[in-house]
T-cell receptor
Framework: AQSVAQPEDQVNVAEGNPLTVKCTYSVSGNPYLFWYVQYPNRGLQFLLKYITGDNLVKGSYGFEAEFNKSQTSFHLKKPSALVSDSALYFCAVRVLTGGGNKLTFGTGTQLKVEL | GAGVSQSPSNKVTEKGKDVELRCDPISGHTALYWYRQSLGQGLEFLIYFQGNSAPDKSGLPSDRFSAERTGGSVSTLTIQRTQQEDSAVYLC??????????????FGEGSRLTVL
């Protein structure tokens, strides 16, 4: 079964420092991988996706993610964290089903950026 | 509207009552999804509609849960005889739905259900 794992429930980082939110995947075939962010009392917002091509994917709000096939990882990164980046982050993988597709999500990682 | 719209945004009900949650997807999107987010949990897939195809109901937790999609647009998620463990945020999402589509989903802001 296609799945993703987020090993950290929470990540704390100081503003201005680089941040990494970890995600590993288990899929058969080529993975389609996604990162979403959820701010308090809001729905999920798309950040970025990896389909094919360059292993470093750039997305919204200065975030990027690195696809690593040998380590089956897709970690989310940002060179310099902001307090406003504090939110819940979800990794997801596309699963083909019937005539279409759906996303299977990880359990989420709470990012807290402090001054 | 421009985005996925869900109503009500908040619903408080008594144990044993039935509830209906509504989702209005992005215009033109043929795929519609329901997910559940419980406190401290990730997103749990419930059901998926794609065009006129039979829905993928593999995530519905019990026969108290059902959903329909009328006219290929608006969807209603119904929970019968609600239980306290049904308390969660119910998120709806839509996408263009084509199998060749890369799979990005667009989410509404959710309906928070509290069962007393």
């Amino acid at each position: 079964a296609q799945s993703v794992a987020q090993p950290e429930d929470q990540v704390n980082v100081a503003e201005g420092n680089p941040l990494t939110v970890k995600c590993t995947y288990s899929v058969s075939g080529n993975p389609y991988l996604f990162w979403y962010v959820q701010y308090p009392n809001r729905g999920l917002q798309f950040l970025l996706k990896y389909i094919t091509g360059d292993n470093l994917v750039k997305g919204s709000y200065g975030f990027e993610a690195e696809f690593n096939k040998s380590q089956t990882s897709f970690h989310l990164k940002k060179p310099s964290a902001l307090v406003s980046d504090s939110a819940l982050y979800f990794c997801a993988v596309r699963v083909l089903t019937g005539g279409g597709n759906k996303l299977t999500f990880g359990t989420g990682t709470q990012l807290k950026v402090e001054l | 509207g421009a985005g996925v719209s869900q109503s009500p945004s908040n619903k408080v009900t008594e144990k044993g009552k039935d509830v209906e949650l509504r989702c209005d997807p992005i215009s033109g999107h043929t795929a519609l999804y329901w997910y559940r987010q419980s406190l401290g949990q990730g997103l749990e897939f419930l059901i998926y509609f794609q065009g006129n195809s039979a829905p993928d109901k593999s995530g519905l937790p019990s026969d108290r849960f059902s959903a329909e999609r009328t006219g290929g647009s608006v969807s209603t998620l119904t929970i019968q005889r609600t239980q306290q463990e049904d308390s969660a945020v119910y998120l709806c999402a839509s996408s263009s739905g084509l199998r060749g589509n890369t799979g990005e989903l667009f989410f509404g802001e959710g309906s928070r259900l509290t069962v007393l």
